[in-house]
């Protein structure tokens, strides 16, 4: 049998209670400081050494060529050509990718870096694949 007043007095004790969960769509989330969010790519660090794409366990990056190379760096007389450095690009697939961030750690010119980034849902599969020139 259910008492009327025991269940009064639990939802009296509710109301003046303060919430267990967050408004998150109407108010920011809380990150901590070591949350692995979003694989961020700067171009002008990476080698080409394909670390990254050996140490990722779900096959999520690829690093090509880029098809826009920088131009060579002029030739001084009498001494032999520089070559030019060449830029790669790269691409992540992020719904493959599990945020475990490996190629980050393995990276030896630190190119790749965790962002806060967490927000990534979209309808459109195509849109969680990223290129990043």
Same mark, same amino acid.
């Given at each position: 049998?259910?008492?009327?007043?025991?269940?009064?007095? !639990?939802?009296? &004790?509710?109301?003046?209670?303060?919430?267990?969960?967050?408004? %998150?769509?109407? =108010?920011?989330?809380?990150?901590?400081?070591?949350?692995?969010?979003?694989?961020?790519?700067?171009?002008? &660090?990476?080698?080409?050494?394909?670390?990254?794409?050996?140490?990722?366990?779900?096959?999520?990056? =690829?690093?090509?060529?880029?098809?826009?190379?920088?131009?060579?760096?002029? *030739?001084? !007389?009498? *001494?032999?050509?520089?070559?030019?450095?060449?830029?790669?690009?790269?691409?992540? &697939?992020?719904?493959?990718?599990? %945020?475990?961030?490996?190629?980050?750690?393995?990276?030896?010119? &630190?190119?790749?870096?965790?962002? *806060?980034?967490? !927000?990534?849902?979209?309808?459109?599969?195509? =849109?969680?694949?990223?290129? %990043?020139?």
């Amino acid at each position: 049998m259910i008492h009327p007043a025991r269940v009064f007095r !639990e939802v009296i &004790k509710h109301l003046f209670r303060k919430p267990a969960t967050c408004a %998150y769509p109407f =108010e920011k989330a809380k990150i901590m400081p070591d949350f692995r969010g979003r694989i961020d790519f700067d171009s002008s &660090k990476c080698i080409g050494c394909q670390m990254c794409v050996r140490a990722c366990p779900s096959k999520a990056i =690829e690093i090509p060529l880029s098809k826009v190379q920088p131009p060579a760096p002029a *030739q001084i !007389e009498g *001494q032999p050509p520089v070559p030019a450095k060449k830029k790669f690009d790269c691409i992540m &697939k992020l719904d493959h990718c599990v %945020y475990c961030a490996q190629c980050v750690e393995v990276c030896p010119k &630190k190119a790749l870096i965790m962002t *806060q980034d967490f !927000e990534l849902a979209h309808v459109d599969r195509k =849109e969680l694949r990223r290129h %990043y020139t």
